[in-house]
């Protein structure tokens, strides 16, 4: 969901749906037990705030080695710049919503940087869902996109799991400058601080492999030292997979958000007015081909296009109100 990284995964998993079987399921209109409703009387804004932030934090259906580690890096998150941040403003039925037969949930949080701060903004979530091939589908995800105050890269980690013994990891720093044309920030963010040794541990298990995603423009958003695993234990061995999360995965996420924290977002890295207004259409248009290519694409075939219609606005809506 972050950053289209799902979408050609989605694809693949949810192609063998009939048009007619999606149809019967998309119709908010119809009564139903799952239906999403507002109530007449809307809760304190308080209330909300901290009901989707409890949601957001349960991560219900995935296995608990992968609920400790989203939680301890949004925890991580929250105590370093919560107080940069405003609060969610999503209505709450956008913080958290499924479609009308109840096979597929999701926890949205997303919170605007203020004036002060070089974050633009935080998108934190889950998905789950029933697989047409049977199974559950989980998807967890932290992105922290800067602002054009600074040319800091943004931080990504999602993980999508399709069943309890495979997970395909993404972790990384998605530059917001070319490379090429500035060795300096190649230097400054990906090599002095070592970030493809934690690829490189990864890479060692026998259970991980490489993935190489299908979509050309997933793949040029992502840095040099991109995590980016198919990790697959034999089936039934659900066991190893947690030995994994926790022992391999747990530290190394850990370690590069550490390293991310202390170098992007500690400021020393403003820029000019004229590389504010190149990082400020970068970003948007990022932005703008990430919902398209991700959002728009993947979420009807999860939620029905009515919901997701509606839910793709709500989240436009807050990502275009900032810089």
């Not at 080695?65 to 991580?76: A, E, Y």
Request: charged share 20%; net charge negative; with cysteine.
């Amino acid at each position: 969901m972050a950053v289209n990284s799902c979408h050609c995964f989605l694809h693949s998993q949810f192609a063998t749906l009939s048009s007619p079987s999606l149809a019967s399921t998309r119709r908010l209109s119809s009564p139903s037990r799952n239906r999403i409703t507002c109530t007449a009387t809307p809760p304190p804004p308080s209330s909300s705030m901290e009901e989707g932030r409890r949601k957001l934090m349960e991560f219900p259906y995935v296995p608990a080695p992968v609920r400790d580690l989203m939680v301890d890096l949004i925890s991580t998150v929250d105590n370093r710049l919560e107080s940069q941040l405003h609060p969610c403003t999503l209505p709450l039925d956008v913080q958290y919503y499924e479609n009308t037969t109840g096979n597929s949930q999701a926890s949205l949080q997303i919170r605007r940087g203020q004036d002060s701060s070089p974050i633009d903004y935080i998108l934190e979530s889950w998905i789950h869902s029933k697989l047409p091939t049977g199974g559950d589908l989980n998807i967890t995800s932290l992105l922290v996109n800067m602002n054009s105050s600074t040319d800091a890269p943004n931080f990504l980690t999602e993980l999508i799991q399709p069943s309890p013994t495979s997970v395909i990891i993404i972790l990384d720093l998605p530059p917001r400058k070319d490379p090429v044309l500035y060795p300096d920030y190649l230097h400054t963010f990906y090599e002095s601080t070592q970030l493809d040794t934690y690829r490189q541990k990864l890479e060692k298990l026998p259970e991980v492999k490489p993935y190489l995603s299908p979509s050309l423009y997933v793949r040029s958003v992502f840095s040099p030292t991109v995590i980016m695993f198919s990790v697959e234990t034999e089936t039934g061995d659900s066991a190893r997979m947690e030995e994994i999360v926790r022992s391999h995965l747990i530290p190394v996420f850990k370690d590069v958000l550490g390293i991310w924290l202390n170098q992007c977002t500690c400021g020393g890295r403003e820029v000019g007015e004229t590389e504010k207004a190149y990082l400020k259409k970068r970003d948007s248009l990022v932005r703008i081909k990430s919902i398209e290519i991700d959002l728009e694409s993947s979420f009807p075939r999860l939620f029905g296009p009515e919901l997701a219609s509606r839910v793709v606005s709500e989240i436009r809506k807050v990502l275009s109100s900032g810089s």
